[in-house]
């Protein structure tokens, strides 16, 4: 099948950021990948609501699974325009137990936070280059976080693997220019069911950020709609924090 409408693999969104950025490119006129590692329910079912989309499952620790998604996701609509890795995840560990971040457990952050975007870049690139010549350049949203910008996080390997991140995509903007972009966006404290039980977190945001509330999903999905809209953005991080990073 093909579309001539731009087309967005959204990695990791079935809930959360994730599924407002499918949301919101959806209603920008993308045709969308929805993508999660388990939750093929939540999925197809968030894929049947957005129209012209379709669910793809597959696990981002395995690297026949990251070809796999890009081979389907391209073969679905017939082009790739853009790419959004936000699947990620995060390990709560005291920063000071260093016993508790373990090898194993930096490995593990390590290979799905930084090895699999990078790896879906490498497999999407023919694709989002060939976007370039139907007039605008393929481009590539990296979801990092606050903590890959500041000295904080749920733990000391996820801080150092959205650090990771960040300067991956620097290095692939410069690599990949001019025929794809690629930025990232760092969130602060986003609201989400992961993070309702965050009370301290969530009061130091409400104290202490300028805007005084932590980000909604659809704040996050916004920046990624203006990144994924720009034509001469490319390698920025975008903290989106609500001023706190100013105090």
């Not at 793809?56 to 609509?77: F, N, P």
């Not at 390590?110 to 989002?128: D, G």
């Not at 350049?137 to 976080?145: E, F, L, M, P, Q």
């Not at 000295?151 to 991956?168: D, E, M, Q, R, W």
């Amino acid at each position: 099948m093909s579309v001539s409408a731009p087309v967005a693999l959204v990695t990791g969104s079935t809930s959360g950021i994730g599924a407002a950025v499918a949301r919101r490119l959806a209603g920008e006129g993308y045709a969308v990948i929805v993508h999660s590692r388990s939750s093929a329910q939540a999925g197809q079912a968030l894929a049947a609501e957005l129209g012209r989309a379709v669910y793809v499952q597959a696990d981002l620790a395995v690297d026949a699974d990251r070809v796999r998604l890009v081979r389907e996701a391209v073969a679905a609509w017939g082009r790739l325009d853009v790419l959004v890795n936000n699947a990620g995840i995060s390990r709560v560990v005291p920063h000071d137990d260093l016993f508790a971040a373990t090898p194993d457990l930096w490995h593990a952050l390590h290979e799905v936070n930084v090895v699999a975007p990078f790896r879906l870049v490498a497999e999407a690139r023919t694709a989002l280059e060939a976007a370039a010549e139907r007039g605008r350049a393929g481009c590539v949203i990296n979801v990092s976080s606050h903590a890959g910008v500041r000295p904080k996080g749920a733990s000391i390997p996820y801080a150092a693997t959205k650090a990771a991140l960040n300067h991956v995509t620097r290095l692939l903007a410069l690599s990949l220019a001019p025929r794809i972009r690629v930025n990232a966006v760092a969130p602060g404290l986003v609201d989400t069911p992961l993070t309702a039980d965050w009370t301290q977190a969530q009061a130091l945001w409400r104290e202490r950020a300028p805007l005084r509330r932590a980000a909604q999903p659809q704040d996050i999905a916004q920046a990624v709609a203006l990144l994924a809209a720009s034509d001469y953005l490319t390698g920025e991080v975008l903290l989106l924090d609500g001023g706190l990073n100013l105090t």
